[in-house]
């Protein structure tokens, strides 16, 4: 499928995803967030790709913000089916079997920072930049901010920055939890690629498991102990297990 707003490479077994709107700074609107997706989709689907890198095009940001001019005019209900639309996407990638990682090399704010977020691991650039600044529009985040960054920071640090509506550095994103690895900007996607390369060694079905299990403890309708020990099981069964103790019990790499 070809795209206009964004760029799908596959190298190797790793599913590039660049937001490619650099003159606005990579700012997320409708279409971009529907290209997304489908990038997400044929990642997701094909069977050569084990994880996905987002990042944006050049190197002043990730993605900075939701692209205000679709904001206009909107009613209530239009507001709503936007947000919704916004939260597809963030779901998507939070609940997909395959590790997903940010690569955020400059501003990431509002639906950029909700974008980063929604990935199961989070690498910056040292220049980076991360903030949901809505209240100074008369908004609040509106593609899963409030809920993910409580999840990963706390209440405290969650509502100093939503209510603030401040930028926070890179530095202080890694003291509280927020990002997992600050490195310089030129090292940015090979420590991203590394950290999949790493991922890649291991068990698919055990990762797959892991994502899903992790995720499950943090929905309210979902009891993440007995998604555990069903996850457990399964993995109990897999072939990969089979290999993984033969090639513990032999003493040598696994090959998943």
């Not at 689907?45 to 996905?52: I, K, M, T």
């Not at 609940?95 to 910056?124: D, T, Y």
């Not at 698919?204 to 020990?229: C, M, P, Q, R």
């Amino acid at each position: 499928m070809s795209y206009q707003n964004i760029k799908l490479e596959i190298k190797d077994k790793t599913a590039w995803i660049t937001i490619d709107r650099e003159s606005k700074l990579n700012a997320l609107n409708k279409e971009t967030i529907g290209e997304l997706k489908s990038a997400v989709e044929e990642a997701e689907n094909d069977e050569s790709v084990r994880g996905l890198i987002i990042t944006g095009s050049g190197q002043k940001a990730f993605v900075a913000g939701a692209d205000i001019q679709e904001f206009l005019g909107k009613s209530k209900e239009e507001a709503m089916a936007l947000s919704e639309f916004g939260h597809e996407l963030m779901d998507r990638i939070s609940n997909l079997s395959k590790p997903v990682i940010a690569a955020i090399n400059g501003f990431a704010l509002g639906g950029g920072l909700e974008l980063a977020l929604a990935c199961h691991l989070r690498v910056a650039s040292n220049s980076a930049k991360m903030g949901l600044p809505e209240v100074s529009l008369g908004l609040i985040p509106g593609y899963g901010g409030t809920q993910r960054l409580t999840e990963l920071v706390g209440k405290g640090k969650a509502l100093e920055m939503i209510l603030t509506g401040d930028m926070i550095d890179a530095q202080d994103a890694l003291q509280w939890g927020l990002v997992n690895k600050v490195v310089e900007l030129y090292e940015l996607e090979e420590t991203a690629q590394n950290i999949l390369n790493k991922i890649y060694s291991r068990s698919k079905t055990a990762v797959a498991a892991a994502i899903k299990t992790v995720n499950s403890g943090l929905d309210k309708n979902k009891d993440g102990f007995k998604e555990e020990i069903d996850a457990f099981g399964v993995c109990f069964g897999s072939d990969d297990f089979k290999e993984g103790v033969s090639a513990f019990l032999e003493k040598r790499k696994a090959n998943f």
